[in-house]
């Protein structure tokens, strides 16, 4: 199972971005998609996720800014983020939690490969 973030790039304080990731491969089904972030020097953090019933969650840094949705049949998961920060910088990171086809289904956490988001003051 694969996931391919994209949507990163530069933007200016008060503007805005959306992030977008695919999940591909094997998978039987995906229980929950989210996103995570890394700024410079920093540990990672999570900024949202959704579960597979649709319910939401946001860092509070984040609240009434991001808005992250997903599309069960395409499988993939995006990330809404406006009234951005120059905080908001750091490479984010798509996250699944996803049960992975075949005879024992096995469920596995799958990271992205990180997209880079830049917000200048």
């Known amino acids: 199972v694969q996931l391919q973030a994209s949507g990163g790039g530069l933007v200016q304080a008060g503007g805005f971005l959306r992030l977008s990731c695919a999940a591909s491969?094997?998978?039987?089904?995906?229980?929950?998609l989210g996103w995570y972030r890394q700024a410079p020097g920093e540990h990672r953090e999570m900024v949202a996720f959704?579960?597979?019933?649709?319910?939401?969650n946001y860092a509070d840094s984040v609240k009434g800014r991001f808005t992250i949705s997903r599309d069960t049949f395409e499988n993939t998961v995006r990330l809404q983020m406006n009234s951005l920060k120059p905080e908001d910088t750091g490479v984010y990171f798509c996250?699944?939690?996803?049960?992975?086809?075949?005879?024992?289904?096995?469920?596995?956490?799958?990271w992205g490969q990180g997209t880079l988001v830049t917000v200048s003051s």
């Open positions: 996250h699944a939690d996803v049960w992975i086809r075949g005879i024992p289904l096995r469920r596995d956490e799958v």
């Open positions: 491969g094997s998978i039987f089904s995906i229980n929950e």
């Open positions: 959704i579960t597979s019933g649709g319910d939401t």
